[in-house]
């Protein structure tokens, strides 16, 4: 099973948001990372990208450009 995985980059004034993950987290705790999540359910990847700044910083984005997919294996 392929998941796909959207992440977002966050640009304002220049500068770009990083979050760091808290203690909390099973996964890579205290590291950097981009806004991201897991495309579960068939919306579009300009929803899920909305949705997810939102949840993740509170903020409500403008503008979303999508770049092109990639595997990673």
């Known amino acids: 099973m392929v998941n796909e995985i959207i992440v977002c980059v966050v640009q ?4 770009i948001l990083l979050l760091k993950r808290t203690a909390h987290h099973e996964h890579d705790s205290h590291k950097w990372e981009f806004v991201s999540g897991l495309l579960k359910t068939p919306v579009s990847k300009t ?6 700044i939102t949840l993740e910083t ?4 403008e ?9 990673v294996e």
């Open 12 to 15: 304002h004034e220049g500068k």
């Open 63 to 71: 503008f979303v450009k999508q770049g092109a997919p990639f595997e």
């Open 58 to 61: 509170g903020l409500s984005p």
């Open 47 to 52: 929803f899920r990208a909305q949705e997810q």
